[in-house]
């Protein structure tokens, strides 16, 4: 995806000191830096989801009040749509945490996670607390304050019901119940093993009126920002800030375009003690509250009066004498922490520093050695001797003197222990309860990410002064197209298991196989392949082979029959070395430029399905959208499927499938697809069968969705487990398979979303189905002849029903694809 120059830019310009990434800042961004450095002040803003959070006011506090500001996201994004790829669920949220750390960098914020996993459109607070354990939820937004202590927290949604996401109203419920509390030593007092009570001072709405002008309560007490106003310091507008903040949520298709001109937003107070101007009155200044701090304040306040643009060096000793009035502080609150590496930072961009720890591998193993390289640079004068450089509690004696703008390196060889930790995301370490994270470790809970894999801390002596600079090791290569490029260092399992079908579908009289794939990084070895789930005698492996230069082993494996009535079996590929160590997970890796390469490592997880599926002999033609995999489920049916990205969409080069089906959203993203149309509706005429998934209201790139006039709404149902009342004995219902209630058993996440909202009277529908308290919704799943052919339009979640494995949507997926009118005669 193309990346405009101004968002280029903000990042380059936002982009806050990261040992991964280091970069330089201009004497511009240094100098904002030391008004940030001056500054205490810590706000926490609270919502749901990535995107949730408002960019605009976000870079104003960050950059015009200088404040600490951080995003606390309840969820991860996990239940949402990808405009960008077929990733969907736990991988979804990965892309949009990064997305999320990648909006920061922009605006200047920090980002927070609670457990809670996005199951999806909720149409109510009931109903997602239902899902989540709300008290577990709670203790994490608790957490994330006494650890933050934010002096105002900020709601980005209100505690009213209705008219937003049930996890919106959610997020501020229990920001609102957890500002009560926070302070409070006998709740949740497992967390003051770790931690303080904390009390904000106040809480606030960041209040808005949906397609219209903010109008403020006269009852209520509010707050004014200019976020539109301009940083002359930093060169643009905060309205500029946002958008390229915003449009790091690529996979949501938030690309923003920046208001021009004045720009108000507004926070309403709903907790707290009332304020005449500022709704940081009364808030204490922490430099105040230390020993030495009003000198080192009046110290800071001395360098930003002196501070030099053009000889950055003149700046040393001010900023040198900063850091030693902060290293003989001796509190230990993390804010101080914050300030006295925030003061190493300035040092180090106002000596324009080079520090690198680099692999020549992205990718290693415990137990395998890995070269890297150290390398250090400094173009001043400024006498900089390097002492030591430790890694993996080894540490490594220097000494070393570095010379003007010669740089230092060292090769250096590290063996990880066999049992150091393989690079999984936190989140993802332990087995999912519930739509809630399992997290063990309560100094994980709130964090973004992983810490980085393995890192160094180098020691070096500056003019007098020690200093300590942690270093990760990072893979540093030359790409063609972008230069320079630096990916985390990953650490995988030494052997992963690789199934090749998430869903292995048993066919009656047919021998099933499965292929199961044996991956090394280094060398093959010896070992035994196991089905868990699965008793000795219900499959056998019929043969395999060894591939030695690919480093991978091939089983074949033949599925027996399942005990009767068994439709669908979780079963876990395991290989088995001879020395007892057992590996039953495979390598997942999503790489997009606007984020980090992402690496994770799922269980070798497959279903087996016992449906005794009913399918013709058909070529089914394929329109991708926005991405799906639903392709793959139809191919290990036993259909064949051709996909359409390229092809011509004429009907008489569509003549040749028996069913066309469309991606999910097509119809908003795929060019090709709307302006053939009639085509595919001359295809349906003569004969063919046309399946439609869903599509969001707007934007649409055609509104002629079908043969007959189709208006999209936003209705879903959003309960999984919603009842659904059959409308006659519809032929959808009822060939190949019979459906019935049992059928809509066991469904995830939803029934469906964007349904049908009117249709002309020539469409049927089979079904309706509502959320509790509704009204019956129709719209779920339209079909009808047409000329010779048959078309449908379904909301239904196909997109995620089928991946999984689940029984009864693909029976009655199955049903749309068999419903060709020459399948009916």
Same mark, same amino acid.
């Given at each position: ?13 936002? /982009?806050?000191?990261?040992?991964? =990434?280091?970069?330089n800042?201009?004497s ?6 030391l ?21 605009r ?30 990733e969907?669920?736990l ?10 750390l ?11 996670f609670?457990?809670?996993i996005?199951?999806?459109?909720? %149409? ?17 937004? @608790?957490? @994330? ?8 927290i900020?709601?980005?949604f209100?505690?009213? *019901?209705?008219g ?13 119940e957890?500002?009560k ?6 709740k949740?007092?497992? =967390? ?8 904000? !001072?106040r ?8 397609? +219209? ?12 920002f ?11 507008t905060?309205s500029q800030i946002a958008?390229?903040?915003r449009?790091?949520? #690529? ?14 937003d507004?926070? =309403?107070l709903?907790? +707290? ?7 940081f ?35 040393l ?21 914050? %300030? ?12 324009g ?9 992205e ?17 001043s004068?400024?006498?900089i ?9 080894? %540490?490594?004696? /220097?000494?070393?003197?570095v010379? !003007? ?5 060292k ?17 993802l ?7 809630v ?10 964090q ?5 894999? /393995?890192? &160094? ?12 600079y ?10 063609q ?13 030494e ?10 579908f048993?066919?009656?009289? !047919? ?6 794939e ?21 499959y056998?492996?019929l ?18 029959e399942l ?9 876990v590929?395991?290989y ?16 997009y ?27 089914i033609?394929?329109? *991708? &959208? ?5 392709p ?19 009907s008489?080069?569509? #003549? ?17 697809l ?10 349906? #005429? ?19 969705l079908g ?5 999209l ?5 959003s ?11 519809s032929?959808?219902?009822?060939y190949?398979?019979?459906?019935s ?11 469906? /979303?964007y349904?049908?909202?009117e249709?002309?009277? %020539? ?10 308290g ?5 719209g ?5 002849d047409?000329?010779? +052919? ?20 693909? !029976? ?14």
């Amino acid at each position: 995806m193309r990346t405009s120059v101004l968002a280029i830019l903000l990042c380059l310009i936002f /982009l806050p000191k990261s040992y991964s =990434q280091h970069r330089n800042r201009t004497s511009s961004e240094i100098y904002h830096e030391l008004l940030k450095l001056k500054e205490t002040k810590r706000v926490l803003y609270v919502a749901a989801h990535p995107d949730d959070e408002n960019t605009r006011l976000i870079s104003y506090l960050a950059n015009e009040k200088h404040a600490q500001i951080a995003y606390l996201s309840l969820t991860r994004g996990d239940g949402g749509q990808n405009l960008i790829g077929k990733e969907l669920g736990l991988e979804l949220g990965m892309i949009r945490t990064q997305e999320l750390l990648q909006a920061r960098k922009v605006d200047g914020g920090r980002q927070f996670f609670t457990r809670a996993i996005d199951f999806g459109f909720s %149409k109510n607070p009931d109903e997602t607390f239902n899902n989540w354990d709300k008290e577990t939820i709670l203790s994490d937004v @608790v957490w @994330v304050i006494r650890n933050y202590k934010p002096d105002i927290i900020i709601t980005r949604f209100n505690t009213e *019901p209705g008219g937003t996401h049930g996890h919106h109203t959610s997020s501020a419920i229990l920001a609102g119940e957890a500002f009560k509390i926070a302070g409070d030593s006998t709740k949740f007092p497992e =967390q003051l093993l770790h931690t303080s009570a904390w009390q904000p !001072k106040r809480i606030f709405w960041n209040a808005y009126n949906w397609g +219209g002008e903010y109008e403020p309560d006269g009852d209520k007490k509010y707050h004014t920002f200019p976020v539109g106003d301009y940083n002359s310091v930093l060169g643009r507008t905060y309205s500029q800030i946002a958008a390229a903040s915003r449009t790091m949520h #690529k996979s949501q298709g938030f690309g923003a375009t920046a208001q021009i001109g004045a720009g108000t937003d507004y926070i =309403q107070l709903v907790d +707290g003690p009332k304020f005449t101007n500022d709704p940081f009155e009364t808030v204490k200044n922490r430099w105040e509250g230390i020993p030495n701090g009003q000198i080192m304040e009046s110290k800071i306040s001395e360098a930003i009066d002196a501070f030099d643009f053009v000889n950055l060096g003149a700046n040393l000793e001010n900023l040198l004498e900063i850091r030693r009035s902060l290293n003989l502080e001796t509190g230990n609150e993390d804010w101080l922490i914050e %300030k006295r590496k925030a003061i190493d930072e300035i040092i180090f961009d106002i000596l324009g520093l080079t520090a690198e720890f680099n692999a020549d591998e992205e990718l290693s193993f415990p137990g395998k050695e890995i070269k890297s390289t150290l390398v250090f640079n400094s173009p001043s004068n400024t006498d900089i001797r390097l002492q030591s450089y430790t890694i993996l509690d080894k %540490k490594l004696e /220097l000494e070393e003197s570095v010379e !003007k703008n010669k740089p230092f390196k060292k090769d250096i060889k590290i063996t990880l222990p066999l049992e150091y930790p393989v690079s999984q995301p936190y989140w993802l370490e332990e087995e999912i309860l519930d739509n809630v994270f399992s997290i063990s470790n309560q100094k994980s809970i709130g964090q973004a990410f992983n810490k980085p894999s /393995l890192s &160094g801390l180098l020691a070096f002596e500056l003019q007098g002064q020690h200093f300590q600079y942690e270093l990760p090791l990072m893979y540093k290569f030359n790409d063609q197209v972008d230069g320079e490029t630096k990916q985390p260092f990953t650490i995988t399992p030494e052997v992963v298991v690789h199934v090749g079908a998430k869903n292995v579908f048993l066919k009656k009289g !047919k021998e099933t196989q499965v292929e199961v794939e044996i991956g090394f990084f280094e060398d093959v070895i010896s070992g035994k392949l196991t089905l868990d789930g699965l008793n000795p005698g219900q499959y056998k492996i019929l043969h395999n082979r060894t591939d030695e230069v690919k480093k991978k082993k091939f089983f074949s494996i033949a599925i027996g029959e399942l005990p009767t009535g068994t439709e669908k079996l979780d079963v876990v590929a395991k290989y088995t070395l001879e020395d007892g160590r057992e590996f039953d997970q495979d390598i997942i890796r999503i790489k997009y430029k606007h984020i980090p390469n992402l690496t994770y490592f799922p269980k070798s997880r497959f279903n087996i399905l016992n449906l005794n599926l009913q399918l013709s002999d058909q070529h089914i033609g394929y329109i *991708p &959208g926005a991405g799906d995999d639903i392709p793959e489920v139809l191919q290990q049916m036993g259909y064949q499927v051709t996909l359409l990205d390229n092809g011509s969409l004429t009907s008489n080069n569509l #003549k040749q499938y028996s069913t066309i089906i469309t991606g999910i959203r097509a119809f908003n993203v795929n060019e090709n697809l709307a302006n053939n149309m009639d085509q595919l509706l001359s295809y349906v #005429k003569d004969g063919g069968n046309m399946i439609v998934q869903y599509n969001t209201s707007s934007p649409l790139l055609t509104n002629q969705l079908g043969p007959y006039p189709i208006k999209l709404s936003r209705d879903r149902v959003s309960v999984e487990e919603a009842p659904v009342k059959f409308d006659g004995d519809s032929r959808i219902l009822t060939y190949p398979h019979r459906i019935s209630e049992s059928d809509f058993e066991n469904w995830v996440q939803e029934r469906g /979303l964007y349904f049908a909202g009117e249709w002309d009277s %020539k469409y049927q529908t089979p079904f309706t189905m509502n959320d509790p308290g509704e009204s019956p919704k129709k719209g779920s799943l339209l079909y009808t002849d047409h000329g010779n +052919g048959t078309f449908a339009y379904s909301g239904i979640s196909w997109f995620r029903l089928l991946p999984a494995g689940v029984p009864g949507a693909i !029976k009655l997926f199955v049903n749309l694809i068999e419903q060709t009118q020459d399948g009916q005669d």
